[in-house]
Nanobody, 122 residues
Framework: EVQLVESGGGLVQAGGSLRLSCAAS????????YGWFRQAPGKEREAVAY????????YYKDSVKGRFTISSDNAKNTVYLQMNSLKPEDTALYYC???????????????WGQGTLVTVSS
């Protein structure tokens, strides 16, 4: 059974940091690329970071560049999102997924899981 389980969210003050984790199982981890997505209340889900597992290439949404870092550990079948200098506008439910990049857009291959909630207070 394919599973991606997000964890690490929480409540943090503006300027603080959190590290999200996404533990994958049920498939060969390094055959896929991964993305972190988020959905804020009343807004559409958006891709915030993406990584290719074969060479570590990354992509970031402009508003998180320089603050967020995506990484993967093939030995642990885990994808991380280090989030620094958090802002109230980063408040959202964060999800990870096996992801493809096609025609300038990111598409998740998996059904969305529970996600992990990040709340940034001002």
């Amino acid at each position: 059974e394919v599973q991606l389980v997000e964890s690490g969210g929480g409540l943090v003050q503006a300027g603080g940091s959190l590290r999200l984790s996404c533990a994958a199982s049920g498939f060969t981890f390094d055959r896929y690329n991964y993305g972190w997505f988020r959905q804020a209340p009343g807004k559409e889900r958006e891709a915030v970071a993406y990584i290719t597992t074969n060479n570590g290439n990354t992509y970031y949404k402009d508003s998180v560049k320089g603050r967020f870092t995506i990484s993967s550990d093939n030995a642990k079948n885990t994808v991380y999102l280090q989030m620094n200098s958090l802002k109230p506008e980063d408040t959202a439910l964060y999800y990870c997924a096996r992801t493809i990049y096609e025609n300038g857009a990111f598409y998740a291959l998996d059904a969305w899981g529970q996600g992990t909630l990040v709340t940034v207070s001002s």
